[in-house]
Antibody, heavy 120, light 107 residues
Framework: EVQLLESGGGLVQPGGSLRLSCAAS????????MNWVRQAPGKGLEWVST????????YYTDSVKGRFTISRDNSKNTLYLQMNSLRAEDTAVYYC?????????????WGQGTLVTVSS | EIVMTQSPATLSVSPGERAILSCWAS??????LAWYQQKPGQAPRLLIY???TRATGIPARFSGSGSGTEFTLTISSLQSEDFAVYYC?????????FGQGTKVEIK
């Protein structure tokens, strides 16, 4: 079964930076688009970013454009989210999620999430 | 941005009864619509994609229908493990957007 293990969350001050990682296993990582989806405490789901299997195409929600960067290392089966200029409203559980072979696809499997708290 | 609207916000159902959840898109998303289930403290789980295709391992009591702007998730006979929050999501346009969720609770 697909395994996705996020790491890198924690407490950071407003304006700070954090890099999330997601180690993937039990599927051919480079073949699939990957996503980050977040969920603020007690709130619903919010899509953050998607990257194609090759890494050549990336997509972001407007609120993180210019601050967050999604990337992947297919040799290490790892997905990343570099988060800069963090704001209080970025506080959330961040889920790594496996997409489809094409970017126009649902999110088929989800990791357990990593909590990011932005607070002074 | 496509706005996804779910109804009702909360659905109270007795075990064994049928539950019907609705999801509307502010513009057509074709059949690029997914449903997810989320239980407290857990990650979401994909139930339905392509508006009507059950994901791997999802019981047949879950079914999805619709296309364009109107979609429905039906749970034919609610089991105790089905009480959860359900989200729809469109993946036809960027940004991907979710509905606000429907909480299915025990009546």
């Amino acid at each position: 079964e697909v395994q996705l293990l996020e790491s890198g969350g924690g407490l950071v001050q407003p304006g700070g930076s954090l890099r999330l990682s997601c180690a993937a296993s039990r599927f051919t990582f480079s073949n699939y688009a990957m996503n980050w989806v977040r969920q603020a405490p007690g709130k619903g789901l919010e899509w953050v970013s998607t990257i194609s299997g090759s890494g050549g195409s990336t997509y972001y929600t407007d609120s993180v454009k210019g601050r967050f960067t999604i990337s992947r290392d297919n040799s290490k089966n790892t997905l990343y989210l570099q988060m800069n200029s963090l704001r209080a409203e970025d506080t959330a559980v961040y889920y790594c999620a496996k997409g489809g072979i094409v970017v126009v696809a649902a999110t088929f499997y989800w990791g357990q999430g990593t909590l990011v708290t932005v607070s002074s | 941005e496509i706005v996804m609207t779910q109804s009702p916000a909360t659905l109270s159902v007795s075990p064994g009864e049928r539950a019907i959840l609705s999801c509307w898109a502010s513009q057509s998303v074709s059949s690029n619509l997914a449903w997810y289930q989320q239980k407290p403290g857990q990650a979401p789980r994909l139930l339905i994609y392509g508006a009507s295709t059950r994901a791997t391992g999802i019981p047949a009591r879950f079914s999805g229908s619709g296309s364009g702007t109107e979609f429905t998730l039906t749970i034919s006979s609610l089991q105790s493990e089905d009480f959860a929050v359900y989200y729809c999501q469109q993946y036809n346009n960027w940004p991907r957007t979710f509905g606000q969720g429907t909480k299915v609770e025990i009546k």
